[in-house]
């Protein structure tokens, strides 16, 4: 091909036709040029197929992620739903003091009153593709900025969880100890299929009597008469109730992340 090429510039050239040699120089030059243009036209349409392939499989990872702490969110509220339902009776109660009540009641009410549920986010996928510079390959702008802004979303929406396990921790369980039987509490806890199975994430845990009940039968109707249990409750119930108004709005955001990831697939 180059051989023919130069076979016409020598005839054109022999020939002394100026004009129409330079005619066709620039035919020639305009052919690399095209052919140029073309050659980096292909490579950023591979590009372009390439990033797209990227994208997708980004995005069926981040679904797989984001479905994973969707279905713990889920597990999460229910734990915390029987938690505040529990509290409630507690309350109720203690407003309608009665000297029949029952030990094994108040036990395992106040055995779903232990659980401070905190959403462990699933990260690895969105960490990974923040981290990595990846990001970009999200075409969505809306989607993109969701997940660039997951991380800050968590960190607020669990404030209340950390400040119910604290208190649970440093001044609920004390109290309990001291002033009732944090024994049969316990152990109604671990017996309480409901609670282990959300607790757990395992819908087949098998629950079995690991402490026992204690000897000691402390008086159910003169512990509803302490003020400070009172205190207990209502504090363990307006911080479950934050937290859960905080997971309801972290949970709205990933179901709007995984319909739009759905919807880019």
Do not use: C
């Not at 330079?22 to 292909?42: H, K, P, R």
């Not at 690895?124 to 390959?137: A, E, P, Q």
């Amino acid at each position: 091909m180059l051989r023919f090429f130069r076979n016409i510039r020598r005839r054109l050239l022999t020939g002394n036709s100026f004009r129409t040699y330079a005619l066709y120089a620039f035919g020639e030059i305009a052919l690399v040029m095209i052919g140029i243009l073309l050659a980096l036209q292909v490579n950023n349409w591979n590009e372009a197929y390439q990033d797209r392939k990227e994208e997708r499989q980004i995005l069926r990872q981040l679904r797989s992620e984001f479905q994973t702490n969707l279905d713990q969110l889920h597990d999460k509220f229910a734990l915390r739903e029987r938690l505040l339902n529990s509290g409630i009776e507690i309350l109720s109660l203690i407003n309608n003091p009665t000297a029949n009540i029952n030990p094994d009641t108040l036990d395992f009410l106040l055995s779903r009153t232990l659980p401070a549920p905190t959403f462990d986010a699933s990260l690895g996928v969105t960490s990974d593709i923040i981290n990595s510079g990846k990001l970009y390959l999200i075409q969505n702008d809306t989607l993109r900025q969701l997940i660039s802004g997951w991380n800050g979303d968590i960190s607020f929406a669990i404030e209340e969880e950390i400040i119910w396990r604290e208190h649970r921790d440093r001044t609920y369980i004390p109290f309990l100890t001291e002033k009732y039987s944090l024994r049969n509490i316990q152990n109604d806890l671990l017996n309480d299929p409901a609670m282990v199975n959300i607790m757990t994430f395992n819908k087949n845990v098998r629950v079995a009597t690991l402490i026992g009940k204690s000897m000691e039968k402390p008086e159910a109707a003169d512990f509803l008469n302490n003020s400070d249990l009172e205190d207990h409750i209502s504090n363990m119930l307006t911080f479950n109730y934050m937290a859960k108004i905080q997971m309801m709005g972290l949970q709205e955001k990933v179901e709007t992340i995984i319909k739009m990831i759905d919807s880019e697939l």
